[in-house]
């Protein structure tokens, strides 16, 4: 079979690019100036997605013939998305992030490198190089789009997007692009754009009426706004928030840690529904119950005020989180694996408070050291910015895990080597073949290639058989809910599926169960269950979690959009550092085939045994 695990021949590291023009663009005619609603699924996800389209040379398209046909067309289609022109705020109301719709413009350079096109090597390979292909703007006033387009010594070029994801998804994008091709040949726009975005609205009032296990919580208690040690407990998303104040509802379930039905965690239990760490289920353990008389001091803030938690500025060791002062146990101890005793602190042994060292890489709350660890640090020494806006506002997580991985898209601290690992037609067509002994034979090609991803990509690394691991992977929800979202919908309108099997299963379990615990989770995803998630994010910001995500690319389309100066020969996105993200792609070989491109980024040992399970698995009977 064709399958290979393919390393780029010392892919260039400098790609010579020299700017020669930055200018902002504006919309053609005098658009509205309005907010524009975003929903909770777009205020999640607001970071930035930088995408590469290369084209070869077309000597009826000089340079400077692109240059202005893409300007213009640029300017033509801001009328129709003039949020493109706009810039992310927070509603001083409501304390929703929207967008402020005041036609500030967008960013369009031009550049050139030295370099042919050719001498860039296998385009498919993910080359950090490429980040000088797109605009990153310096200024604090940051754009949604910017658009760089540099040539190359061969007469062939690449166009760079760099967008807001909080502006639009993937095929919102593709819509986008598709209107833009038209405009730049002066034809007209073949989708018009809807831009309701309250068709993904948050219920009145919200019904959570799922568990969620595949989202963990942006915790607000411990923004860095400021980008100073700023006080937790920090009220600044909303009037008065006050993480532990459940004055906002009966149910505000601040510190959500969402295990299951043994709720209610830090319930003060004094006669009121008011659950502090509730975690959403509307039981009552009452786990570190205040009420039995003790003076535990469960989260116990010294000072009688609100702000710094976790402070050791006082030169004291003022106990936080201190289960009384007898003993030193585990308190918020996630040691054990999925099944652990939450915010148990029964053991009475000298453990680590909010300790994850049995699962993951960086001890997190660890006190066992007998030093002052860095509190809320990831261990990294620097601040770790999750769904790092980069629109002036950093969400530092605080996330009680099952032992698995937490958050998706943050970069990765480690140095990792990245591979592209290609899939012929008949691999795909062997896999499918090894998914028969499920209940229902009609599985996808994605389904098996995701099952086989999750398997090679959770025992590439160290692991207990009987913990678990999470495979997450993105569903486009348009179709199934009712009624279903219009064609030209422009959002994102993307939800996680998940599906989680205990290691010992992934291991010496069946394959073709795995590619029904997939399917499962893609069935999974209807109008309830995707209303269910979108309700959550009103009560509580969440992101994906999970130890792996694959995001295909397959049939989103970017490479048949038909510009005046041809299609593109190669659409990949920007290389990042997030080893949990696996990406899939269409070969665009001349010609085509149903074939599939893997981009993997692993730490170098860890991608060695990913690759040798990646052929074994695939190739064994």
């Given at each position: 079979m064709g399958t290979s695990g393919q390393k780029s021949a010392s892919p260039l590291s400098d790609l010579k690019v020299t700017i020669h023009e930055?200018?902002?663009?504006?919309?053609?005619?005098?658009?509205?100036?309005?907010?524009?609603?975003?929903?909770?699924?777009?205020?999640?996800?607001?970071?930035?997605?930088?995408?590469?389209?290369?084209?070869?040379?077309?000597?009826?398209?000089?340079l400077q013939k692109v240059a202005e046909k893409l300007k213009k067309a640029l300017e033509d289609v801001l009328v129709h998305y003039s949020f493109l022109a706009g810039r992310l705020r927070q509603n001083a109301e409501t304390k929703r992030l929207e967008i402020d719709c005041n036609a500030k413009g967008a960013a369009f350079v031009v550049a050139s490198s030295k370099h042919?096109?050719?001498?860039?090597?296998?385009?498919?390979?993910?080359n950090p190089a490429f980040a000088k292909l797109v605009h990153k703007s310096k200024d604090k006033d940051l754009p949604l789009c910017a658009v760089q387009l540099t040539s190359f010594d061969c007469g062939g070029f690449a166009m760079g997007f760099?967008?807001?994801?909080?502006?639009?998804?993937?095929?919102?994008?593709?819509?986008?692009?598709?209107?833009?091709?038209?405009?730049?040949?002066?034809?007209?726009?073949?989708?018009?754009?809807?831009?309701?975005?309250?068709?993904?609205a948050a219920r009145s009032p919200p019904r959570v009426t799922f568990a969620h296990p595949e989202l963990a919580e942006l915790d607000y208690s411990l923004i860095a706004s400021t980008g100073t040690e700023s006080n937790v407990f920090d009220a600044s998303r909303g009037p008065k928030s006050n993480v532990f104040d459940v004055s906002k509802g009966p149910k505000s379930n601040v510190f959500d840690v969402s295990k299951g039905p043994e709720s209610n965690v830090f319930d003060a239990s004094k006669g009121t529904e008011s659950n502090i760490f509730d975690a959403c289920k509307g039981t009552k353990s009452n786990v570190f119950d205040a009420s039995k008389g003790t003076k535990s001091n469960v989260f116990y803030i010294s000072k009688g005020t609100g702000s710094n938690v976790f402070d050791d500025s006082k030169g004291t060791e003022s106990n936080v989180f201190d289960a009384s002062k007898g003993t030193k146990s585990n308190v918020f101890d996630v040691s054990k694996g999925p099944e652990s005793?939450?915010?148990?602190?029964?053991?009475?042994?000298?453990?680590?408070?909010?300790?994850t060292s049995k699962g993951t890489e960086s001890n997190v709350?660890?006190?066992?050291?007998?030093?002052?660890?860095?509190?809320?640090?990831?261990?990294?020494?620097?601040?770790?910015?999750?769904?790092?806006?980069?629109?002036?506002?950093?969400?530092?997580?605080?996330?009680?895990?099952?032992?698995?991985?937490?958050?998706?898209?943050?970069?990765?601290?480690?140095?990792?080597?990245?591979?592209?690992?290609?899939?012929?037609?008949?691999?795909?067509?062997?896999?499918?073949?090894?998914?028969?002994?499920?209940?229902?034979?009609?599985?996808?090609?994605?389904?098996?290639?995701?099952?086989?991803?999750?398997?090679?990509?959770?025992l590439s690394a160290p692991y207990d058989p009987m913990g678990s691991s999470t495979v997450l992977f993105p569903v486009d929800i348009r179709s199934k809910l009712?009624?279903?979202?219009?064609?030209?919908?422009?959002?994102?309108?993307?939800?996680?599926?998940?599906?989680?099997?205990?290691?010992?299963?992934?291991?010496?379990?069946?394959?073709?169960?795995?590619?029904?615990?997939?399917?499962?989770?893609?069935?999974?995803?209807?109008?309830?269950?995707?209303?269910?998630?979108?309700?959550?994010?009103?009560?509580?910001?969440?992101?994906?979690?999970?130890?792996?995500?694959?995001?295909?690319?397959?049939?989103?389309?970017?490479?048949?959009v038909e510009y005046p100066w041809g299609k593109p020969k190669y659409c990949c996105p920007v290389v990042h550092q997030r080893k949990e993200i696996i990406l899939l792609f269409p070969p665009f070989v001349a010609g085509g085939d149903d074939g599939i491109n893997l981009i993997v980024a692993l730490p170098p040992k860890k991608l060695e045994k990913f690759e040798n399970l990646f052929h074994t698995f695939l190739h064994s009977v």
């Open positions: 930055t200018s902002t663009i504006f919309p053609s005619k005098q658009t509205e100036n309005k907010c524009l609603f975003l929903s909770n699924i777009d205020k999640v996800v607001n970071f930035d997605v930088e995408t590469l389209h290369f084209f070869a040379a077309n000597k009826a398209f000089s042919k096109l050719s001498e860039l090597g296998d385009l498919a390979y993910p760099t967008t807001s994801h909080a502006a639009f998804d993937g095929l919102s994008f593709k819509t986008f692009l598709d209107n833009l091709a038209a405009l730049a040949a002066n034809k007209p726009m073949p989708v018009m754009p809807c831009h309701d975005r309250h068709l993904l005793n939450v915010f148990d602190a029964s053991k009475g042994t000298e453990s680590n408070v909010f300790d709350f660890d006190a066992s050291k007998g030093t002052k660890s860095n509190v809320f640090d990831a261990s990294k020494g620097t601040e770790s910015n999750v769904f790092d806006a980069s629109k002036g506002t950093k969400f530092n997580v605080f996330d009680v895990s099952k032992g698995t991985g937490s958050n998706v898209f943050d970069d990765s601290k480690e140095k990792l080597d990245f591979r592209v690992f290609k899939l012929t037609p008949e691999d795909i067509v062997s896999l499918k073949e090894k998914a028969k002994g499920s209940t229902n034979d009609n599985n996808t090609g994605f389904n098996a290639i995701t099952a086989h991803i999750w398997r090679c990509k959770a009712n009624p279903p979202l219009p064609e030209g919908f422009v959002g994102n309108a993307v939800l996680t599926a998940f599906a989680t099997a205990k290691y010992e299963e992934l291991e010496k379990g069946e394959f073709s169960r795995l590619v029904e615990m997939v399917k499962e989770g893609a069935e999974r995803m209807n109008d309830e269950y995707a209303r269910s998630v979108i309700d959550r994010g009103e009560l509580c910001d969440g992101f994906p979690r999970g130890d792996v995500l694959v995001s295909s690319w397959q049939r989103l389309g970017f490479e048949k």
